[in-house]
Nanobody, 127 residues
Framework: QVQLVESGGGLVQPGGSLRLSCAAS????????MGWYRQAPGKQRELVAT???????NYEDSVKGRFTIAIDTSKHTVSLQMSAVKPEDTAVYYC?????????????????????WGQGTQVTVSS
C-alpha cells in the first residue's frame, strides 16, 4: 500500500510565505507525477502544481510566479513553496501521486498503477 502524508499548512497573512511538504511511503516502484491540488469551500478540487519524476513542472495560471513545486524522486517527497499568498489561496491542499506502480506489480502487472491522495492540510490566508 502507498500512503501520502502532508505537513506545513496553517494560517498566513496576505503577502506571506508558507511551505507544504508531502512524503510518500510504502511499496513504490515508479510513478508518473506528484503534485498539489486544492479545494476551497463550495468549490471543486483544482490542480495547483505538478511535477514529473523527471522534474518537468506544471502550474495553474493563478499561482505561476508565486508558487514553486520541487520533488526529491529518490525520497518520494514533494514540496510546495508558496509566496505572495492571497486570500483566494485559502483552501485545503491535497498531495497527489499519480500512476504509482508498486514493486509487487512491476513485472507481473505493469499496467496496475493507481493514484493516491493525502488527507489534506488546511491553508488559510487572512490578516
Amino acid at each position: 500500500q502507498v500512503q501520502l502524508v502532508e505537513s506545513g499548512g496553517g494560517l498566513v497573512q496576505p503577502g506571506g510565505s508558507l511551505r507544504l511538504s508531502c512524503a510518500a511511503s510504502g511499496d513504490i516502484y515508479s510513478f508518473s507525477t506528484m503534485g498539489w491540488y486544492r479545494q476551497a469551500p463550495g468549490k471543486q478540487r483544482e490542480l495547483v502544481a505538478t511535477v514529473t519524476s523527471g522534474g518537468i513542472t506544471n502550474y495553474e495560471d493563478s499561482v505561476k510566479g508565486r508558487f514553486t513545486i520541487a520533488i526529491d524522486t529518490s525520497k518520494h517527497t514533494v514540496s510546495l513553496q508558496m509566496s505572495a499568498v492571497k486570500p483566494e489561496d485559502t483552501a485545503v491542499y491535497y498531495c497527489n501521486a499519480a500512476r504509482v506502480l508498486q514493486t509487487k506489480d512491476a513485472y507481473l502487472c505493469p499496467w496496475c498503477s493507481g493514484d493516491y491522495w493525502g488527507q489534506g492540510t488546511q491553508v488559510t490566508v487572512s490578516s
